[in-house]
């Protein structure tokens, strides 16, 4: 494993994307990056500057009346809603605000709303904020949640996406494969580090990683 960390900087955003190269598991695949977006989420400068790049790609036409954050999404989430509300995005609120909430799961890992959430999903046009999207299943269940209750989809954003799309739904990020284009991920059994026998340094997560 490389233990020094990699900036990665696109034009006009201030926030690098730091990585790590190595061999870590996901829930639902093994990737050669483990993607630090600890102060992206964290530090107030940096998630605003990550929300300014996100709402330049929402600015024309797309309806957003609230934002589902997921993996700890929450301050960019906030600050995004700023963006876009300043930016006057196309909202059907009749407060003309965006609401800023985060999913609760149950023990299948499914997203479950409770009845003061929602009035938040229920009718409103639902943008879903991730820190990645690798495969898309974890965005696909934040979709069908949406949709169970009564949403619309309004799109998929995150930091970093592996993926132009999740489904027929395009996922628009401020990083992608085209800035580490080296990024791979593959399923349990087709993974050519442990075909090569290199040990997983580490389990990842959402919310960050365990080293082992």
Same mark, same amino acid.
């Given at each position: 494993m490389d233990e020094k960390y990699r900036k990665i900087e !696109? /034009?006009?955003n201030t926030a690098p994307l730091k990585v790590i /190269?190595?061999? #870590?598991? %996901?829930?639902?695949?093994?990737?050669?990056?483990? =993607?630090?977006?600890?102060?992206l989420k964290t530090r107030a400068s940096e998630a605003r500057s990550i929300a300014h790049a996100l709402?330049?790609?929402? &600015?024309? /036409?797309?309806? !957003?009346?609230?934002? =589902? +954050?997921?993996?700890?999404?929450? @301050?960019?989430?906030?600050? =995004?809603?700023?963006?876009? %509300?300043s930016a006057h995005v196309l909202n059907t609120n009749a407060h003309k605000t965006i609401y800023v909430i985060t999913p609760e799961y149950n023990d299948n890992s499914q997203i479950i709303v409770r009845g003061n959430i929602r009035p938040m999903i229920r009718g409103k046009h639902v943008l879903i904020l991730a820190g990645? @999207?690798? %495969?898309?299943?974890? *965005?696909?269940?934040?979709?069908?949640? !949406?949709?169970y209750y009564d949403g #619309?989809?309004?799109?998929?954003? *995150?930091? #970093?996406s592996a993926i132009d799309k999740v489904g027929e739904?395009? @996922? =628009?990020? @401020?990083?992608?494969?085209?800035? &580490?284009?080296?990024y791979g991920d593959w399923d349990y059994?087709? +993974?050519?580090? +442990?075909?090569?026998? !290199?040990k997983v340094d580490g389990l990842v997560n959402g919310f960050g990683f365990s080293f082992l």
């Open positions: !696109i /034009g006009g /190269g190595g061999h #870590f598991a %996901t829930n639902h695949s093994h990737i050669n990056y483990y =993607l630090d977006l600890t102060t709402a330049r790609l929402y &600015l024309y /036409g797309t309806t !957003i009346n609230t934002i =589902l +954050c997921v993996e700890g999404m929450e @301050v960019i989430g906030a600050y =995004l809603a700023e963006e876009l %509300t990645t @999207v690798t %495969t898309g299943k974890s *965005a696909n269940r934040a979709m069908e949640a !949406i949709g #619309f989809l309004a799109g998929v954003a *995150a930091i #970093f739904v395009p @996922v =628009l990020s @401020v990083y992608s494969r085209k800035d &580490l284009p080296d059994h087709s +993974c050519p580090l +442990c075909r090569a026998g !290199i």
